[in-house]
């Protein structure tokens, strides 16, 4: 299977483009440079793409990027520290971002006879995220199967969407991933912060799944408080 994986660098989507190359044919990455505060977490996709031996497309969508207001990842607002699972990390939803991106993926693909595109959604980001929910990616394949009729048919591949970010970890090792080369941090300096949604979610998800854990935090000990806080 002929597969386009979107790629932003982070840890998940990095897994999925070791894997992808493992079990399929990796036709390529493709990024997008939305005007994220993170946007570093590129380079990563590069070096990812650079190591699989595969083109990397990064495609520039900043100007709308620019229109989804309102969110901790494109405008000045801060980016909440804490738990996914808090109703605060509702300020790091992109409106649509899964959508537009995977429409521009499903064309790309379409036009290179690509069989799949591949996204690396999982079960943690049900509860902030409705555009990486089990149901929109089932909508999605249907609204795709209209659009290309006749003219491709290009399977929405979405391995990781009821598995938790821990299993992606144990996925991720499985397959060789050099988790040291990704990026997941929300807040984009030079360090993981330790302290944003994404970070807590990543160093939790090493300490469930048993592997060690490379990334370099400025905070070591804060996702201890943030899933205390959870559980109150």
């Known amino acids: 299977m002929k597969t386009l994986v979107i790629c932003s660098g982070g840890l998940d989507s990095v897994s999925l483009a070791h894997k992808v190359a493992a079990e399929h044919e990796l036709a390529g990455l ?13 380079r990563f996709a590069a070096l ?8 990397h497309r990064i495609i520039d969508i900043r100007e709308i990027g620019r229109g989804l207001s309102g969110s901790a990842l494109t405008d000045n607002v801060a980016v909440p520290d804490g ?17 537009i991106m995977l429409a521009i993926a499903f064309g790309l693909a379409a036009a290179r006879r690509a069989d799949a595109v591949a996204t690396a959604v999982h079960g943690g980001d049900h509860f902030i995220y409705p555009d990486c929910r089990p149901a929109f990616i089932d909508a999605f394949q249907v609204m795709q199967d209209r659009a ?20 992606i970890v144990g996925d991720g090792a499985t397959y060789g991933t050099p ?10 300096a030079e360090r993981h912060c330790g302290r944003c949604g994404t970070c807590v979610e990543r160093r939790e998800a090493f300490h469930l799944s048993g592997c060690p854990d490379p ?3 400025e905070d070591t000990d804060f996702w201890l408080e943030a899933l205390r806080r959870r559980s109150v």
């Open 83 to 99: 738990h996914y699972a808090e109703d605060t990390m509702k300020t790091t939803v992109v409106p649509n971002r899964n959508a």
């Open 215 to 217: 990334t370099d935090y």
């Open 30 to 42: 493709l990024s997008f440079d939305y005007g994220q505060r993170h946007r570093k977490e590129l």
């Open 148 to 167: 290309l009729d006749g003219y491709a048919n290009i399977r929405l591949y979405a391995p990781y969407v009821n598995l938790t970010k821990a299993d």
């Open 179 to 188: 988790f040291v080369e990704t990026w997941s941090c929300y807040k984009g």
């Open 48 to 55: 990812c793409a650079e190591r699989l031996s595969v083109p």
